[in-house]
């Protein structure tokens, strides 16, 4: 088989355990990856308008991954999609292998940037919804996952800062939030992205259908957050 014919092979739900089983090492981050494993799926399968065949073209969606500790899941996830060859995986984090701890959009199909320090991605993000808007292109979503730590980032602070005044409706952030921030309170994580002016819905992040019906709720005029709970993990 071409390497060709592999990137093109597909893969379901049921497949990610043994693709993301495939990826081994100390810097793996496990638990945390997996606890993004759900909403990244339900994004590439039912939600973001790309694919490989058009992962450079001007009006596709952007996903931008912010959250550090996903890598693992986002790489099973581009592997399953036909982006990546599976055949890749078990290189992940090796000196040779294009799958590095944390993406490159220079060496992996489908990456939008290069990630890892946190508090990055948001920002990116309502740069990118600027750009599509003064372009012209305004079919195209922009779509972002953090982890529910990153947001003590104060970059992340003046970013929901500005999106929502700025009518950044295309813009689309999912937090996961698996109780790993400091500084938490139950609920508080929508209120202050509901305070900045954005549409935000609270979800189970296991539950495709919630996730699905939250990724796709109309906001006319006004950012989305979206916060997937999940099951307290180290991140």
């Known amino acids: 088989m071409t390497i060709t014919e592999q990137r093109t092979q597909t893969y379901g739900y049921a497949d990610l355990p043994r693709l993301m089983g495939l990826m081994t090492g100390d810097e793996k981050h496990g638990p945390a990856a997996t606890s993004t494993l ?10 973001l308008r790309v694919g490989p065949e058009s992962a450079d073209d001007p009006g596709r969606d952007r996903f931008l991954l912010s959250k ?4 693992m899941a986002y790489y099973a996830v581009l592997a399953a999609k036909g982006y990546l060859p ?10 040779d292998s294009p799958l590095g701890h944390h993406p490159d959009r220079t060496l992996v199909p489908g990456v939008e940037i290069g990630s890892g320090s ?5 920002p990116i993000a309502v740069g990118t919804a600027l750009g599509l808007r003064a372009q012209g292109l305004h079919d195209p979503a922009v779509w972002t996952l953090v ?32 109780s790993s ?3 938490a309170r139950p609920g508080g994580i929508a209120a202050r992205f509901e305070a900045a002016g954005w549409s935000a819905r609270t979800v189970d992040g296991r539950d495709h259908e919630a996730l699905y019906a939250a990724f796709t709720a109309p906001h ?9 709970r999940v099951e307290p993990k180290n991140a």
Request: net charge negative; glycine share 14%; proline share 7%.
């Open 220 to 228: 006319p005029g006004r950012p989305l957050v979206v916060v997937a």
């Open 86 to 95: 599976a055949e890749w995986l078990p290189g992940f984090g090796s000196y």
């Open 68 to 71: 550090g500790h996903g890598p």
């Open 38 to 47: 759900d909403v990244l799926w339900v994004l590439y399968d039912r939600v």
């Open 118 to 122: 946190l508090g990055h991605g948001l």
């Open 181 to 183: 921030a400091s500084y």
């Open 147 to 178: 982890g529910d730590a990153e947001l003590d980032e104060g970059s992340n602070h003046e970013a929901i800062a500005f999106a929502g005044p700025a009518n950044l409706d295309r813009l689309h952030t999912v937090v996961v939030d698996n």
